[in-house]
């Protein structure tokens, strides 16, 4: 599957911002998705996952009842909703596909990644 990641972008402290995430390729219902971000000088590091359904979902405490993960398996597509944006949130974000049978949040476990699109969040 190949994935392509959209809708960074600059927005000030406290604004909203929605990723998509395009899948090509068939199958994509048949993998768990999730989101990782990279600020400059750190480790890639888990965001939020979602399940192939898209009844089960986890979230890094980091973000938790601010962002939402959700998919759209008709569309192929992946997405995040951010809402409350600090500046710590500055990153550039990558959606990934993993073919793990639950959920996971360890880089290692996805196999597929996008191109990454960068967040900046000014304060």
């Known amino acids: 599957v190949q994935l392509q990641a959209s809708g960074g972008g600059l927005v000030q402290a406290g604004g909203s911002l929605r990723l998509s995430c395009a899948a090509s390729?068939?199958?994509?219902?048949?993998?768990?998705m999730g989101w990782f971000r990279q600020a400059p000088g750190k480790e890639r590091e888990f965001v939020a996952a979602i399940s192939w359904s898209g009844d089960n979902t986890v979230y890094a405490d980091s973000v938790k009842g601010r962002f939402t993960v959700s998919r759209d398996n008709a569309k192929n597509t992946l997405y995040l909703q951010m809402n409350s944006l600090k500046p710590e949130d500055t990153a550039v974000y990558y959606c990934a596909a993993s073919t793990a049978q639950r959920i996971v949040v360890m880089v290692y476990m996805y196999t597929y990644w996008g191109q990454g699109t960068l967040v900046t969040v000014s304060s």
């Open positions: 390729g068939r199958s994509f219902s048949t993998y768990v």
